[in-house]
T-cell receptor, first 112, second 114 residues
Framework: GEDVEQSLFLSVREGDSSVINCTYTDSSSTYLYWYKQEPGAGLQLLTYIFSNMDMKQDQRLTVLLNKKDKHLSLRIADTQTGDSAIYFCAEEGDSGYSTLTFGKGTMLLVSP | DSGVTQTPKHLITATGQRVTLRCSPRSGDLSVYWYQQSLDQGLQFLIQYYNGEERAKGNILERFSAQQFPDLHSELNLSSLELGDSALYFC?????????????FGEGSWLTVV
């Protein structure tokens, strides 16, 4: 079945870059997403990438996709304390239905 | 603000009881999804509706049911509640419910079963 794996925790200093990694198993994934969840809050869509793209940049966010290795990463440049949250990677298959399979989430802690 | 509205935000109930969670999708979205987030299982897809019809089913227990009404709002009914049903229940919506349609999540309904 489909599976999405993420490292559980990442700690960085303010101003550094953060890289959150994700691997997935479904080779038919069409879209891959990054969501952010702050404490006590809902899931905020950060960005997504279509499976035929290698890279997508959106302001401080850069998404890299290696489809051969089924590896996705999210790079946050100039990380701020407000970026501290849990980041979820999710993949969407090509079943014709738009359902997401999520990883367990990576907790990013940004220290001043 | 995603535009997806969920009520109630918090709910505490006893084992064996039944609760209903309500969701209003973003304006113009036809598809509604329900997800459950728990510490042990993470985020699990429960069920998807499109324009009133069930479209996809995930790990939804038989004690749970959902529906989408003609005005496109949706309700998730949880019955014979057990302690393990305590979780954050998310509703999400998208325009057509097809791959590539961005899925927006509400802030969730926290359910505590005691």
């Amino acid at each position: 079945g489909e599976d999405v794996e993420q490292s559980l925790f990442l700690s960085v200093r303010e101003g550094d870059s953060s890289v959150i990694n994700c691997t997935y198993t479904d080779s038919s994934s069409t879209y891959l997403y990054w969501y952010k969840q702050e404490p006590g809050a809902g899931l905020q869509l950060l960005t997504y990438i279509f499976s035929n793209m290698d890279m997508k940049q959106d302001q401080r966010l850069t998404v890299l996709l290696n489809k051969k290795d089924k590896h996705l990463s999210l790079r946050i440049a100039d990380t701020q304390t407000g970026d501290s949250a849990i980041y979820f990677c999710a993949e969407e298959g090509d079943s014709g239905y738009s359902t997401l399979t999520f990883g367990k989430g990576t907790m990013l802690l940004v220290s001043p | 603000d995603s535009g997806v509205t969920q009520t109630p935000k918090h709910l505490i109930t006893a084992t064996g009881q039944r609760v209903t969670l309500r969701c209003s999708p973003r304006s113009g979205d036809l598809s509604v999804y329900w997800y459950q987030q728990s510490l042990d299982q993470g985020l699990q897809f429960l069920i998807q509706y499109y324009n009133g019809e069930e479209r996809a089913k995930g790990n939804i227990l038989e004690r749970f049911s959902a529906q989408q009404f003609p005005d496109l709002h949706s309700e998730l009914n949880l019955s014979s509640l057990e302690l393990g049903d305590s979780a954050l229940y998310f509703c999400a919506s998208s325009f057509q419910g097809s791959p590539g349609n961005t899925i927006y999540f509400g802030e969730g309904s926290w359910l505590t079963v005691v």
